[in-house]
T-cell receptor, first 115, second 113 residues
Framework: DTEVTQTPKHLVMGMTNKKSLKCEQH?????MYWYKQKAKKPPELMFV???????INESVPSRFSPECPNSSLLNLHLHALQPEDSALYLC??????????????FGNGTRLTVT | AQRVTQPEKLLSVFKGAPVELKCNYS??????LFWYVQYSRQRLQLLLR??SRESIKGFTADLNKGETSFHLKKPFAQEEDSAMYYC???????????????FGKGTHLIIQP
């Protein structure tokens, strides 16, 4: 399996809702990432997990809460989001940062709309 | 912060014409750089990497240390090449921080029939 799988593909939520985005990979990668991408913009890094531990948090608001239950799974818990948080949320994986300059493998993303 | 720069937001060329998407970097030493591509309604994916010296879908990219550039080239553009293209450094090369996971602003390539 050489894919990164993200669910759901689309999500519409109100500002008071709590929801979660899920990401899964079975390539044996030990680094996983969350990116946020607005239309016609490059992906912006949010979080990095390396060996299941949070290694980078790019000053992301606390209404986004990442979780890495094991080496294959990555979640992003959402609570009290704002309409400006509407975007495509991308998950990626790679060999651990620093390992042979491994490129990133991306999922198809979750299209999130906050109403 | 060290970064890569893609000066062209939009590039439009006719089918069959040569294509060059520019990427310049500000890192010292010997960089490891990638080109990623995002076709409409498809996932962002690796197109090619400097170290492998491959030609993927007819595209090549040569590292020019004198000009600190890693431009993406294709001699004859095809309509299916229309996409967003992002230049990015490797995490390790950029020192292991978030800079190494930061993409260039991207170039939207449109191939006209």
């Amino acid at each position: 399996d050489t894919e990164v799988t993200q669910t759901p593909k689309h999500l519409v939520m109100g500002m008071t809702n709590k929801k979660s985005l899920k990401c899964e990979q079975h390539m044996g990668h030990r680094a996983m990432y969350w990116y946020k991408q607005k239309a016609k913009k490059p992906p912006e890094l949010m979080f990095v997990y390396s060996y299941e531990k949070l290694s980078i948090n790019e000053s992301v608001p606390s209404r986004f809460s990442p979780e890495c239950p094991n080496s294959s799974l990555l979640n992003l818990h959402l609570h009290a989001l704002q309409p400006e948080d509407s975007a495509l949320y991308l998950c990626a994986s790679s060999q651990p940062p620093g390992y042979n300059n491994s490129p990133l493998h991306f999922g198809n993303g979750t299209r999130l709309t906050v109403t | 912060a060290q970064r890569v720069t893609q000066p062209e937001k939009l590039l439009s060329v006719f089918k069959g014409a040569p294509v060059e998407l520019k990427c310049n970097y500000s890192y010292s030493g010997s960089p490891e750089l990638f080109w990623y591509v995002q076709y409409s309604r498809q996932r962002l994916q690796l197109l090619l990497r400097h170290i492998s010296r491959e030609s993927i879908k007819g595209f090549t990219a040569d590292l020019n240390k004198g000009e600190t550039s890693f431009h993406l080239k294709k001699p004859f553009a095809q309509e299916e090449d229309s996409a967003m293209y992002y230049c990015a450094p490797s995490f390790m090369y950029s020192g292991g921080g978030a800079d190494g996971l930061t993409f260039g602003k991207g170039t939207h390539l449109i191939i006209q029939p």
